[in-house]
């Protein structure tokens, strides 16, 4: 907002009053000369009149020439515009001037007189005197008056000019004296402000104003004079800066030297650490390997002792070289996480069973409680979750001398598709001190930090479980008091699995009652989710002394079923024999038994008198559901086909790959889904196919002889043009970072690692053909459930020959697994020649073509070795490895293939 300067102000309160005063007199004079003129005016005209109407009057009667004279003399007189004399005794009319105007208004005077007023000016009438028969009318109009008026306004307005004027001359005058010191203050300490600090001019003020002045040209002075000094001390402060500058400098780059080596030491030590790991886990793998096939052999106990030492000593080695890998690749950014399908439940409860016996040489009591509103099947990592949970209950479990460790899930936080679980381990431990919980996630930091500790490991295990978790998008934490426990947390955030179905409860339990003995509360509890999850009635009794109670006094209850949990704590069940005879005896129904060393239990109840199963402890879902089924008689056959069950519509899909064997397994999933499947062994194949008909999904193998898998997606592509898009999904053996966005630019909407699983394939399904997808080719793509990254699989690669891994990659089909198997050997006699001589001609080319096929086709066998050294092979190939490395790796290759060999003659 502008401010009214000075000069402004004072030319107003000067001039403003003598304008005001002149305006107020000027009006009244003007009014009041306005109403003289009119009153002066009127008196005139009745004058005017009232001598008119006396000579008229003197006239002789008879002459009309005289008075129509005298009329016309009126007309000369001010302001008359016309006149009339009207005899209405004689009835004659003598007129002069314009036609009369017509009337507006009447209104009597005084004398006798009336005032008719017109639209112009006005008529007086006036009988003349001593004859009222004759009337004189005269019409004046008001020009004269006007310009008398307007003389008076003319007047007004000079006499007002002139007095403003008398006013402003002096006001201005006086304004410059006051407002130009002022001016020339201002620019004075604006020239300080802008660092001219030399003596400002005089501005020749007077009184306050001058004292003002003298102020600042003092103040000026002593600027100046501090300026001096500062600028001095800048100049040494400057000098002694540059000193200082170029000693950091000579630092900085010194730092920076430092810094270059410390990042290529850290790179070289990440590299060496993986290439390490790498190469101590083979041997390792094949330590553990042959100890377990040396252990089912006979020896002596001695030779079995030395064997188990060996075995437990390699598997720890191992634990603590994928640590240190991991570790390595979480510190390089070199970790990524799938997403996947997964079921919680199942995650849970594998790694419960697989420390079970961990936790059953302690005598501790597992237990997983899951609640009902807890969603299990969702999208993320299977493999990292479940190194989560192994590192945080084998942690509990080593440091847990008694009581039990309970896995529990819970529903945090839900958002349309994405559901936050928290997941808590507790322990009935010793609990830990705050200064150890403080730094308890950081790098090699460990649980009992004491020289005596028991428990080794490398300190890394809590540190990686809080990168993968972070990397997830949850948190991990700890609650604990010392001597009350500890709580490991951590919340994992997933997205639901809209496709997958939701196991059904099996509907022959439903209703059925049962009697669950378990002492431990948190094991109890955990079994009667389960049994209470398949609507069965569950009654419950807190031990086994409960039970024998009853049955002495004979107050069982009726029911289908007994459940009998033998607590973990009990080294010998072999006292419990009596128990279940008289059980078995007394009511005949069906016993199912869970212990923690099932084996032996078993070996001496085999001769109850009614339907007895022993199962390890802890129970899972599906070993608890099928046992009860079991026992009572209510088992079904499985029915033909996937057991996913079949799609819910007839898919047509297209499944292109060079390899037979690969052909054959996914064609054998696909047709068990109820898919109509079209396969093809070459991408001209697959080109005159698609030419042929349409399809809704199109699987397409990615490395293939002649024409490959992106320029056969590239011509799909052109024969769709504007039309429908066809999805498209890769399948590769093993893709780079980069390998999978080449694929997805080149046209592919997804893509899957090998070996292809029916889960896999029912998700892919489900996402492209049943419509729960966008068409966005930037969707993350869904990646092998089964299959880890490069590294975490080879953890597998224990063995030469895994029959178990290879009926599992043939969904459970074992004709199928055979054929797959029978079909890699047969392979095998080409394919070791054909390597070692693409290797001695330096045919890389040729030489990663022949190796990507073979590592496809061992990814639907139980061959770990095998696969892990094809996969290295291949790797190295695409990374253009030095002739060194690929003279190992193929010398590596050749004698597992070679020991394949020798394993399946076996």
Not at 157 to 182: D, E, H
Not at 206 to 213: A, C, S, T, Y
Not at 529 to 549: C, F, I, N, P, Y
Not at 745 to 768: C, F, N, V
Request: glycine share 8%; with cysteine.
């Amino acid at each position: 907002m502008a401010h009214t300067s000075l000069r402004t102000r004072v030319m107003t309160m000067t001039a403003l009053p003598a304008f005001l005063a002149a305006l107020i007199i000027g009006g009244y004079t003007l009014a009041t000369q306005v109403m003289d003129v009119r009153a002066d005016n009127a008196h005139r005209q009745q004058l005017i009149v009232e001598s008119y109407a006396a000579r008229l009057a003197a006239l002789d009667a008879d002459g009309r020439d005289a008075y129509q004279n005298l009329l016309r003399d009126l007309l000369e007189q001010p302001d008359v515009r016309a006149a009339t004399l009207l005899d209405n005794g004689a009835g004659w009319q003598l007129h002069t001037g314009p036609r009369l105007r017509p009337v507006e208004q009447a209104e009597q005077l005084d004398n006798g007189l009336s005032r008719l007023v017109t639209d112009s000016g006005w008529q007086l009438v006036r009988p003349l005197p001593g004859d009222s028969e004759r009337l004189l009318t005269v019409e004046f109009s008001r020009q004269g008056q006007y310009v008398r008026i307007l003389e008076a306004v003319l007047t007004m307005i000079g006499v007002v000019t002139l007095l403003m004027i008398l006013a402003v001359v002096p006001a201005t005058r006086f304004a410059r004296r006051l407002t130009q010191p002022v001016q020339t203050l201002i620019d004075n300490v604006r020239r300080v402000r802008d660092g001219d600090l030399e003596i400002p001019p005089r501005a020749r003020a007077e009184g306050e104003l001058g004292d003002l002045e003298d102020a600042l040209r003092e103040m000026v002075a002593a600027l100046n004079e501090a300026q001096a000094e500062l600028q001095q001390n800048v100049d040494q402060a400057t000098q002694d800066l540059r000193e200082t500058l170029e000693t950091i400098e000579i630092q900085n780059i010194e730092l920076d030297m430092a810094r270059k080596e410390a990042l290529k030491a850290s790179q070289i030590k990440s590299e060496f650490l993986a290439n390490m790991s790498h190469e101590i886990r083979t041997p390792l793998n094949g330590i553990i390997g042959f100890t377990r096939l040396l252990e089912r052999s006979s020896l002596s106990p001695r030779q079995q002792d030395y064997l188990g030492t060996i075995r437990k000593s390699a598997e720890s080695l191992l634990s603590i070289i994928n640590d240190i890998l991991d570790f390595s690749k979480i510190e390089a950014g070199k970790l990524s996480l799938e997403h996947i399908p997964l079921d919680l439940h199942d995650t849970i409860e594998d790694v419960q069973t697989m420390l079970a016996p961990m936790a059953q040489d302690k005598g501790l009591e597992q237990a997983a409680i899951i609640y009902n509103d807890v969603p299990t099947r969702l999208l993320g990592d299977p493999l990292r979750i479940r190194q989560v949970l192994t590192n945080l209950v084998s942690n509990a479990i080593k440091f847990t001398e008694r009581g039990s460790v309970v896995v529990r899930a819970m529903l945090e936080e839900e958002r349309g598709a994405e559901a936050v679980v928290k997941i808590t381990i507790t322990d009935t431990g010793n609990g830990l001190p705050p200064e150890v919980r403080k730094n308890l996630f950081n790098a090699f930091t460990q649980l009992d930090q004491s020289r005596r500790r028991r428990e080794g490991g490398t300190g890394l295990g809590l540190a990686i479980c809080k990168r993968l978790v972070e990397g997830m998008g949850g948190e991990i934490g700890i609650d604990s008091t010392t001597g009350h426990g500890s709580t490991f947390w951590f919340t994992l955030r997933a997205e639901r699995d809209l496709g997958a179905e939701p196991e059904p409860a099996p509907r022959a339990l439903e209703g059925l009652s049962v009697t669950l003995v378990e002492a431990n509360e948190h094991a109890r509890l955990a079994l009667y989710h389960m049994l209470g999850g398949w609507r069965m009635k569950v009654t419950e009794l807190q031990a086994l002394d409960t039970l024998q109670s009853h049955l002495d006094n004979g107050s069982l209850a009726p029911t289908d079923f007994y459940v009998l949990a033998v607590p973990a704590s009990m080294r010998d069940p072999a006292g419990l024999e009596p128990l279940m005879e008289r059980l078995a005896r007394a009511t005949g129904k069906p016993l199912l038994i869970l212990a923690a060393h099932a084996d032996t239990l078993a070996g001496h109840l085999t001769g109850l008198p009614g339907p007895c199963r022993v199962l390890g402890k802890p129970a899972t879902r599906r070993r608890l559901r099928d046992g009860l089924l079991e026992l009572g008689g209510l088992a079904e056959p499985a029915p033909p086909g996937s057991p996913l069950g079949p799609l819910g519509k007839r898919a047509r899909v297209l499944v292109v790959d060079d390899h037979p064997g690969n052909l054959k397994l996914a064609r054998v999933f696909l047709e068990e889904m109820g898919a109509e499947v079209t396969a093809c062994d070459g991408g001209e194949a697959a080109l005159t196919a698609f030419a042929k008909g349409t399809f809704d999904l199109v699987f397409m193998d990615v490395q293939m002889p002649r024409l490959d898998g992106l320029e056969t997606t590239r011509r799909l592509r052109e024969r769709e043009g504007e039309g429908p898009r066809t999805p498209i999904v890769a399948l590769t053996a093993h893709a780079l970072e980069s390998e999978r966005r080449a694929l997805l630019a080149a046209g592919m909407d997804d893509y899957l690692s090998k070996p292809i699983t029916e889960t896999q394939l029912r998700h892919t399904l489900d996402r492209w053909v049943l419509g729960e997808h966008n068409h966005d080719p930037d969707d993350a793509p869904t990646p092998d459930p089964d299959t880890p990254d490069g590294e975490a699989a080879a953890d597998t690669a224990d063995q030469v020959l895994d029959p178990a891994l290879g009926l599992r990659r043939a969904g459970g089909r074992e004709e199928l697994a055979e054929d797959m198997l029978a079909m890699l050997l047969a392979s095998l006699e080409q394919d070791a020649p054909g390597i070692n001589a693409l290797a001695e001609g330096d045919d890389r080319e040729a030489l990663l073509e022949r190796v990507h096929k073979l590592h496809g086709a061992t990814r639907y066998c139980g061959t770990p070795r095998l696969e892990a050294a094809a996969r290295a092979l291949e790797e190295a190939l695409k990374l253009e490895a030095g002739d060194e490395v690929l003279d190992r790796l193929v010398a590596a290759l050749l004698t597992e293939i070679e020991s394949l060999r020798q394993a399946a003659r076996r």
